[in-house]
């Protein structure tokens, strides 16, 4: 059963849906070679690196690498990414170990796609395309919904007769061209063509910074988690709420499956936010559609950047990382970093005041935890009310967006204790006791 990856559906309107903004459900995981070039002064160890990242980029697409190839060349081929031979071994393992897809470690031109298909026998996708799936997963605001439409379009647009051979080879056609598949092309090519420019207009006529607070406003204190790709976001995230999703954490992220509610030592409660993971070598046109979709989850009260303890390149990727943010509408937001994976032997030894966690061992998440009460303890305050009993609709900002602590019926009204962030703090004026 052929997946279908930014491959055009078109109903009887001409209606233009991309099939790739589902993930794949748990059920029947794909086989995957990844595909990489090591270029002339590269070290082999970066490449593996590379490919690494690439195969947990393919996860939430379903995809599981099974064996990879490297090849040294002082550059990838124009025509074929590999050499000739290579491309050969490559296809004939496939065909033998009967491998649903080729994962190819850099974003391959509408030729090499086309040369590259003929030549497999199975479907191939490359570094682009898998990165846009994520974000299309992961975009909620119309900003960064519209910012990764349009990365998509651009990204489809020169690929358009690559995607027509592929289908024209399913069908069984002779592949001939010309006639009635490069009539449909050039259908396609227009609507897509359409549809960029729109998208374009319509990226003017939102505002994006209302766009990214809107979408969050009245929400609970948030904390951000940000950083790479890989370096243990959402273990984190779940060593900290637990590992399964309760339904009590449903009510707070209904729309949002990557963030879940955390009980601060202090006891107010909070909404840990899991942020879309920066990757190494974006491609030029994705970085909007990444900056866009970042955005609006890092937008919050406190922004954790997760660093891999035991990563070399751990301090240029908290310096990209800052870069970015800096550039966003988050530059004001407190920060904090934590070295995670620090059980990893290579991790270094670093000064007392920096946090050091494993959220495999849970070393370091009481420590964690206490610094983000430290930090927005400023952000909230601990308030005790006395609600008359036909008032008690005024207590939702607490129930909703802090904690309640204690809650007491007395004879002259509700009496509770508990959290309240800042900006609610108005909304208990006259009753506080
Ligand atoms: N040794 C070790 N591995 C970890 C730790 N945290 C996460 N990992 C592993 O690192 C990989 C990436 O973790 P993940 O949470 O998915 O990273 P994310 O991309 O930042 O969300 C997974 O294989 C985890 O099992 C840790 O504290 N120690
Ligand atoms: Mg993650």
Redesign the pocket.
């Known amino acids: 059963m052929q997946k279908s990856y930014g491959r055009l559906e078109q109903n009887k309107n001409k209606e233009i849906v991309t099939k790739n903004d589902q993930p794949a459900s748990g059920a029947g995981f794909e086989r995957a070679v990844l595909v990489a070039v090591i270029r002339d002064q590269q070290d082999p160890r970066q490449a593996e690196e590379y490919l690494a990242e690439l195969e947990?980029l393919a996860?939430p697409a379903g995809i599981v690498g099974v064996r990879r190839f490297t090849q040294r060349l002082p550059q990838p081929s124009a025509r074929i990414y590999v050499g000739p031979g290579k491309l050969e071994e490559i296809a004939a393992y496939c065909k033998e170990e009967e491998i649903d897809v080729a994962i190819f470690d850099d974003e391959l031109s509408p030729s090499q796609t086309r040369n590259i298909e003929a030549a497999m026998p199975c479907r191939i996708l490359d570094r682009t395309r898998l990165i846009l799936d994520i974000f299309m997963s992961r975009a909620q605001t119309a900003y960064a919904k519209t910012q990764v439409q349009l990365a998509n379009y651009q990204y489809m647009l020169p690929r358009l007769s690559g995607m027509w051979t592929h289908l024209e080879r399913q069908r069984g056609g002779t592949g001939t061209r010309g006639g009635a598949g490069e009539r449909e092309i050039e259908t396609d090519r227009r609507i897509i063509r359409n549809r960029i420019s729109k998208l374009k207009e319509d990226l003017q006529k939102i505002d994006r910074q209302m766009a990214v607070q809107r979408s969050n406003r009245g929400s609970m204190v948030r904390v951000a988690?940000v950083?790479?790709?890989?370096?243990?976001?959402?273990?984190?995230?779940?060593?900290l709420c637990g590992p399964s999703v309760a339904e009590a954490d449903m009510l707070f992220a209904t729309l949002d499956p990557t963030s879940r509610k955390l009980i601060l030592p202090s006891g107010m409660a909070v909404l840990l936010v899991?942020t879309v993971?920066f990757v190494s070598r974006l491609p030029h046109n994705l970085v909007e559609a990444f900056k866009s979709t970042l955005e609006e989850a890092a937008w919050s009260d406190v922004i954790v950047r997760?660093a891999?303890?035991?990563d070399d390149q751990r301090e240029e990727q908290l310096a990209v990382t800052d870069e970015v943010l800096d550039g966003l509408d988050c530059a004001g937001i407190p920060r904090l970093t934590v070295y995670?994976?620090?059980?990893?032997p290579n991790a270094l030894n670093f000064d007392p005041d920096i946090l050091l966690?494993?959220?495999?061992?849970g070393?370091g998440l009481d420590a964690l935890l206490k610094k983000l009460d430290e930090l927005l303890s400023d952000r909230v305050h601990t308030i005790r009310v006395l609600l008359p009993y036909d008032k008690l609709g005024l207590a939702a900002p607490m129930r909703e967006r802090g904690s309640v602590q204690l809650e007491e019926y007395r004879e002259d009204g509700l009496y509770l204790e508990g959290i309240v962030k800042t900006e609610d703090l108005h909304c208990f004026e006259g009753f506080l006791v």
């Open positions: 947990f996860e988690l950083g790479y790709t890989n370096v243990g976001k959402s273990s984190l995230m779940n060593a899991d993971g997760v891999d303890a035991g995670n994976k620090c059980d990893k966690t494993s959220a495999k061992t070393y």
